[in-house]
């Protein structure tokens, strides 16, 4: 029951919090004093923080409002692998009483953290009927995920969490192939479908091949990749519902959300922190950086100025027509991943390779690249493992997922390299996937 309460708080909660989006003032009044209390926390019961912090020679004390959160150390990708869960996880807090989640390894360095319930219940109350209603006039109740079913997603664990009388979810698996997920949309027929970029563009492309008819959702919401205008086009000519991305990690949780205004995507800022960096300084509206967030709802493994989910963006110079003052993002490049199209037909998602090498010990990153219909090259970064004995685990673990009719190359490297133009090294890329769609 407690847990029930707490989530119908946190749905009231969000509502309230929803309207600082039109007063500025009492916006940032409420960040700073979520951030005074996240800092003071952290410094006081996170070893990894009170290290950090000392190290650095930083006051907590002296971190007042927002305008102050600079003074803290950025924190890597890196840091937290190191410091979970022993120097991570708060100082009276029980792994019994928490979530366990990790990341699908999109970025190449998978990592895991521990959630607590009230991070939890926040994310579920912003992304929940009621948000979905007032951010884009879509009533309806019957939600469909069409996500990778990993049992440490984000996504489950907040499905194991909520009370099951609140539940009016239909759970489908992004690994199955085009037309078992698009069966599965003619059972539940929903009215709010999630997914990724990459897996509704399969299915529209499926669709306008076959000329096939599905029940049409009201609202296609996706996240996790970046939504390209080639990929909206697509989607538009298949689906009627309207398109709009959300911006979340396992990290930070829900950061950002599309609106309908399309001005960009408008941070939601009562629950996360936002900083744009390019060279360590904030960049000005209309030019690149790196992204920076700080979750202000998870305190048992608090993420402070973290850098480490490599995704380049921009702050929109544009003042939104919609009247919300929460900032605009526009998300520019990061965390892209492209569908494989394999010799025998299959349509094979990115997240099934990623999920794969997170399980072969001794890889510190990794890169694959579709080079051709029937050829696929990984290059992994060694730790502690010999390349010999690497180079075979991953080459035998590629093969049984992709066939005999795929030529696997693999190849120990030092380092990753970025392609030219772009600010980090894609972990899943393929080259079919990107002359057609330029």
């Not at 992304?127 to 069409?146: A, E, I, K, N, Y």
């Not at 035998?396 to 772009?422: C, K, N, S, W, Y």
Request: charged share 20%; aromatic share 6%.
């Amino acid at each position: 029951m407690g847990r029930g309460v707490s989530l119908l708080d946190q749905l009231r909660r969000a509502v309230a919090l929803d309207g600082l989006a039109y007063d500025p003032v009492a916006l940032h009044r409420h960040q700073s004093a979520q951030l005074r209390r996240l800092i003071r926390h952290a410094a006081l019961r996170v070893p990894f923080y009170r290290d950090r912090y000392r190290a650095a020679g930083v006051d907590p004390d002296a971190v007042r409002t927002i305008d102050d959160l600079s003074r803290l150390p950025l924190v890597s990708r890196a840091d937290l692998r190191s410091a979970f869960p022993t120097r991570l996880l708060a100082e009276g807090s029980s792994p019994a009483d928490c979530f366990l989640v990790e990341t699908t390894g999109s970025t190449g360095e998978p990592i895991r953290l521990y959630k607590d319930w009230p991070a939890l219940a926040a994310f579920a109350a912003w992304s929940s009927p009621f948000m979905v209603r007032r951010w884009w006039g879509v009533s309806g109740l019957r939600l469909m995920t069409l996500l990778v079913r990993h049992e440490r997603s984000m996504e489950q664990a907040i499905v194991g969490a909520l009370p099951r009388f609140l539940l009016r979810v239909h759970a489908a698996d992004a690994l199955t192939s085009p037309d078992e997920q698009l069966g599965e949309i003619h059972r539940a027929r929903p009215d709010i479908l999630a997914t990724y970029p990459s897996v509704l563009t399969t299915l529209a492309t499926r669709l306008l091949e076959t000329g096939a008819r599905i029940p049409q959702p009201q609202l296609l919401a996706t996240s996790a990749e970046v939504l390209d205008p080639h990929a909206r086009r697509l989607i538009g000519q298949a689906f009627t519902g309207r398109l709009v991305n959300l911006y979340a990690s396992t990290e930070a949780g829900f950061i950002a959300v599309e609106c309908l205004a399309g001005r960009g995507l408008h941070v939601n800022s009562p629950r996360v922190i936002v900083e744009v960096l390019h060279d360590g300084r904030p960049a000005a509206p209309g030019d690149a950086g790196t992204v920076v967030v700080t979750d202000l709802t998870n305190f048992s493994c608090p993420i402070i100025r973290y850098q480490g989910l490599h995704d380049i963006a921009r702050w929109s110079p544009d003042r939104c027509p919609c009247g919300r003052h929460f900032p605009l993002l526009e998300v520019v490049e990061g965390r892209r991943v492209d569908t494989f199209v394999l010799p025998d037909g299959r349509v094979l998602h990115p997240f099934t390779l990623t999920l794969a090498m997170e399980h072969i010990p001794g890889v510190t990153r990794f890169q694959i690249v579709q080079e051709a219909v029937d050829r696929v090259r990984v290059l992994v970064v060694p730790n502690g493992r010999a390349a010999p004995e690497l180079i075979t685990l991953v080459a035998g673990e590629f093969g049984r997922m992709l066939g005999p009719r795929v030529r696997i190359d693999v190849d120990a490297v030092d380092t990753i390299p970025a392609p030219a133009g772009a600010h980090w090294p894609p972990t899943v890329r393929s080259l079919i996937a990107h002359r057609q769609a330029d």
